[in-house]
């Protein structure tokens, strides 16, 4: 049957399901028209992503670079390496799907910098890996979600989306092979908003096999502003101000809560000023997101400094740069507190470090690119490259925005 045969019936589907699953809420999300596209075809104008243009230099070079690890150290099947000790070569048996879903996205921003599709047939390759971990059951929960160790984690299903939403930035594609990912975004998204409590926040993990039923006493620090964030880049993809609507309301309830150093609450601001607005009281809380982590780190090179740490500070500070930037708020006086996060991750980034090592070149060869996370412990993390990688790259894109070199 070909794609065209299958669309109408897809959206057809989907429109049934929304208003099954939001039959007490006002507004049900209308079917959006969805754009199909190859690696020949030209995506519609109308839902093309809006990115910003990486200037080169060094730290392009050093995203590059840890994307180059990544891909070295892909298994055929598409795994991506969660751990490694690069001294002793011994790696992690217990790896978190959910961050690795996370350095899957990290890939997919490698090759919007580079402009290499080499970066996203490897995105691909590990996509289609972690996918077979989605989990659908009309019959015991709405929407899909994402099986991690054991459970449906809020956290692993909003970074599905964010990784779909970076490989549509980098291609402007929604097929992966058969696969319709901007479909699978939205049943991604229903059931996020499942997870929803009355109070405006959120169950964090469903067993969808045993009772189909959120576990109340289940907690992951920053699933909230994740899904915050996959709910923002479905209102991009797809259009439909029902995502946004979802997005204002979740944003309300962590705005409403103690501040933290939420560097993916950060993400979300940014993606908000750009795709909507950020309210007064948006710009105050961001405010102070940005003089917690400034206040709450000490970025001298000591070797028990981790650097997987750092660079979510990195990636929260640029993230906050562009949406202070995006509002017409001054946003330079982050500038000099980024860089010295930049400075003190980029000491551990190999052949290069802090800790005085003679490597040999075999291990050069084989980790060059990749980021240890301190002298303590020389480990090289999955987070700790894409926290790397997501956060030059929104450096880079806030200094384009400025238009300084």
């Known amino acids: 049957m070909s794609?065209?045969?299958?669309?109408?019936?897809?959206?057809?589907?989907?429109?049934?399901?929304?208003?099954?699953?939001?039959?007490?809420?006002?507004?049900?999300?209308?079917?959006?028209?969805?754009?199909?596209v190859s690696s020949t075809q030209i995506p519609s104008p109308a839902r093309l992503p809006k990115t910003f243009p990486i200037p080169n230099g060094d730290l392009k070079d050093s995203v590059i670079a840890a994307g180059d690890y990544l891909i070295r150290q892909q298994l055929p099947n598409g795994e991506l390496s969660y751990q490694?000790?690069?001294m002793s070569g011994e790696r992690a048996y217990s790896p978190?799907?959910?961050?690795?879903?996370a350095g899957t996205g990290a890939l997919f921003t490698v090759c919007r910098v580079s402009a290499d599709l080499e970066y996203c047939r490897a995105g691909d390759l590990a996509l289609d890996h972690y996918l077979e971990a989605l989990?659908?059951?009309p019959d015991r929960f709405r929407g899909t979600c994402l099986f991690a160790e054991g459970i449906c984690p809020l956290g692993g299903t909003a970074l599905t989306v964010d990784t779909i939403y970076k490989r549509w930035q980098a291609t402007g594609d929604f097929f992966l092979q058969e696969r319709n990912l901007l479909d699978t975004s939205v049943e991604l998204g229903y059931f996020i908003?499942?997870?929803?409590?009355p109070d405006?926040?959120?169950?964090?993990?469903?067993?969808?096999?045993?009772?189909?039923?959120?576990?109340?006493?289940?907690?992951?620090?920053?699933?909230?502003?994740?899904?915050?964030?996959?709910?923002?880049?479905?209102?991009?993809?797809?259009g439909n101000e029902f995502w946004l609507e979802q997005a204002r309301e979740v944003n309300a309830y962590l705005i409403s809560q103690p501040v933290t150093e939420?560097?993916?609450?950060?993400y979300a601001f940014s993606k908000l000023a750009q795709v909507d607005s950020l309210s007064t009281a948006d710009q105050a809380y961001a405010e102070q997101i940005a003089q917690t982590i400034i206040a709450g780190e000490v970025r001298s090179l000591n070797p028990k400094n981790t650097s997987i740490s750092s660079a979510t500070k990195l990636e929260g500070l640029a993230a906050l740069a562009q949406a202070f930037h995006l509002s017409n708020a001054e946003a330079e006086w982050l500038d000099p507190e980024i860089r010295a996060f930049v400075t003190f991750v980029r000491a551990r980034q190999i052949p290069d470090n802090d800790c005085n090592w003679t490597l040999p070149k075999e291990t050069v060869a084989e980790f060059d690119g990749g980021i240890f996370s301190g002298c303590d412990e020389p480990s090289i993390r999955i987070d700790g490259l894409q926290n790397w990688i997501n956060g030059v790259t929104a450096y880079l894109e806030y200094r384009s925005m400025i238009k300084v070199k």
């Open 96 to 101: 978190s799907h959910v961050r690795l879903m």
């Open 135 to 137: 989990v659908t059951d």
């Open 84 to 86: 490694v000790d690069f």
């Open 193 to 197: 908003l499942a997870m929803r409590k």
């Open 3 to 36: 794609r065209k045969k299958i669309l109408p019936a897809s959206v057809i589907l989907l429109a049934l399901a929304g208003i099954f699953f939001f039959r007490q809420r006002e507004n049900p999300p209308e079917a959006q028209p969805v754009v199909m």
């Open 262 to 266: 939420d560097h993916w609450h950060a």
């Open 200 to 238: 405006g926040g959120f169950y964090y993990a469903l067993d969808p096999h045993f009772n189909a039923s959120a576990d109340s006493d289940f907690y992951v620090t920053h699933a909230a502003s994740q899904s915050l964030l996959a709910l923002l880049d479905l209102y991009e993809m797809t």
